[in-house]
């Protein structure tokens, strides 16, 4: 454990200063403050948007934002930008150096459950027994700049509806991570965090590097999945290996042939590893996520208007039919989670890109992005030319066309996968003491 002020964080420490059990104990963090029920730190999130209430928790609370005017206006003194800080009053047993690794770790925890990007200060400069200063606090703000004129975008102002929403999924995941805490073997916690760490850097990222930003929300879900469905199993080797092995010594015909069955054995192998980390994360979002919790995902009109907003805005919505998970085969749908799969690959290990050209959800276009699919178009042009004819039925031009998951959705994929898993593991420990 570092003791000396850093210019980096290790989220493995956050992960130690979220656990009190961790904390607190003699190989743990170096105790700097002297703490009682009455007597507690501050420390700090940051939002992109206004926390109007507080959030009370078991040994924690959430503070309601300050509103800092960062001192940027345009030409006619309208205020262009602030930022949302929400103080933390933390638990009794924060009372240690580097204080600001549990807000690191609570940061990614509230990113996970609000499906937004939350940040935390980088250092525990500003962490105090009083609140931080009018000047600390724009400090603390210009980390986490939020453009409030003329920014359709902006969720600045959500709802009252989809904050007591946020409020209600952070109060489940978090006695979750309490849970993983004291059955650790059940639900293993580290994993747990970890997971979130990955979702919450997908959120932090989407306005600098998309592909970067989707395939992170893609590995947050696959880490939980490689724990949650099991490893395909297959023979390491051939029941006769150990006698070709024997053979091969004798010859060196036999040991060349069995160098290539080697060759062959790893290429094999390495497939089937591939094709087997595909299946278990597509069964995971099968099983933790159908397609009925699809429509969970949120969308700025929502976020910003409540939960009856299609209801309100009916004459809005699109003449064209929405294309809707439901309104799927389960073959389509496994083909979309695999490819979405096979684009975090290709981007991590060959640098391509995803196919997303307008990645943002909307009012009309909440869950899917179509494109076409320049192979399947060529496949589909070659087959009419030599068919002789110029026409071809929509089920062949679908063919020719990919169905991306986008951002908001496979956010929302990630949440309710990661979090149904995690209340399986609850509720069978809860049955296991009955």
């Known amino acids: 454990m570092r003791v000396l002020t850093q210019d980096y964080n290790l989220f493995q420490e956050a992960i130690f200063a979220y656990n009190k059990h961790l904390a607190v104990r003699e190989n743990g963090f170096m105790k700097m403050h002297e703490t009682s029920s009455e007597k507690r730190l501050y420390g700090y999130l940051l939002f992109e948007f206004e926390l109007a209430m507080d959030l009370e928790f078991t040994d924690f609370t959430i503070l309601k934002s300050f509103v800092?005017?960062?001192?940027?206006?345009?030409?006619?003194?309208?205020?262009?930008?602030?930022?949302?800080?929400?103080?933390?009053?933390?638990?009794?047993?924060?009372?240690?150096?580097?204080?600001?690794?549990?807000?690191?770790?609570?940061?990614?925890?509230?990113?996970?459950?609000?499906?937004?990007?939350?940040?935390?200060?980088?250092?525990?400069?500003?962490?105090?027994?009083?609140?931080?200063?009018?000047?600390e606090l724009k400090e603390i703000g210009s980390e986490f700049p939020q453009t409030v004129l003329g920014n359709p975008q902006s969720i600045h102002r959500p709802h009252k509806e989809i904050v007591k929403l946020w409020k209600e999924r952070?109060?489940?995941?978090?006695?979750?991570?309490?849970?993983?805490?004291?059955?650790n073997e059940l639900l293993n916690y580290e994993g747990l965090l970890q997971s979130f760490r990955l979702i919450q850097l997908g959120h932090q990222n989407k306005k600098n590097?998309?592909?970067?930003?989707?395939s992170l929300?893609?590995?947050?879900?696959?880490?939980?999945?490689?724990?949650?469905i099991p490893q395909m199993c297959y023979n390491k080797q051939h029941e006769s290996y150990n006698k070709w092995k024997k053979e091969s010594r004798k010859s060196e015909s036999l040991k060349l042939l069995l160098d290539e069955y080697r060759k062959f054995k790893e290429y094999v192998d390495n497939n089937i590893k591939h094709r087997d980390l595909t299946k278990r994360f597509v069964k995971f979002i099968h099983t933790y996520c159908p397609t009925n919790k699809w429509s969970e995902v949120l969308y700025r009109d929502l976020i910003n208007e409540g939960l009856d907003v299609r209801e309100k805005y009916k004459n809005e919505i699109s003449t064209f039919p929405e294309m809707v998970p439901e309104n799927l085969t389960y073959a389509e749908l496994n083909k979309i989670i695999?490819?979405?799969?096979?684009?975090?690959?290709?981007?991590?290990?060959?640098?391509?890109?995803?196919?997303?050209?307008?990645?943002?959800?909307?009012?009309?276009?909440?869950?899917?992005q179509v494109i076409d699919n320049p192979e399947g178009r060529k496949k589909l042009f070659e087959k009419m030319e030599k068919e002789n004819r110029n026409e071809s039925p929509y089920s062949e031009w679908s063919k020719a066309q990919d169905i991306l998951i986008k951002f908001e959705l496979m956010s929302t994929i990630a949440r309710v996968?990661?979090?149904?898993?995690?209340?399986?593991?609850y509720n069978q420990a809860y049955k296991e003491k009955q």
Do not use: W
């Open 417 to 425: 996968s990661i979090t149904e898993y995690a209340k399986t593991c």
């Open 170 to 183: 952070l109060d489940e995941i978090i006695k979750l991570v309490d849970f993983s805490i004291e059955n």
């Open 209 to 214: 590097d998309f592909d970067l930003a989707f």
């Open 338 to 368: 695999k490819q979405t799969y096979q684009f975090r690959s290709k981007f991590l290990h060959t640098g391509k890109p995803t196919p997303h050209t307008f990645p943002n959800n909307s009012f009309n276009e909440r869950y899917f």
């Open 217 to 228: 929300l893609i590995a947050g879900i696959e880490s939980i999945s490689q724990v949650a």
């Open 68 to 135: 800092v005017d960062l001192g940027i206006e345009n030409s006619i003194g309208q205020k262009l930008r602030k930022a949302f800080v929400s103080p933390v009053l933390m638990p009794t047993y924060v009372n240690y150096h580097h204080s600001h690794l549990f807000t690191l770790a609570l940061s990614s925890i509230c990113s996970f459950a609000f499906e937004r990007p939350v940040f935390s200060t980088n250092n525990d400069f500003y962490n105090r027994f009083e609140l931080s200063t009018e000047l």
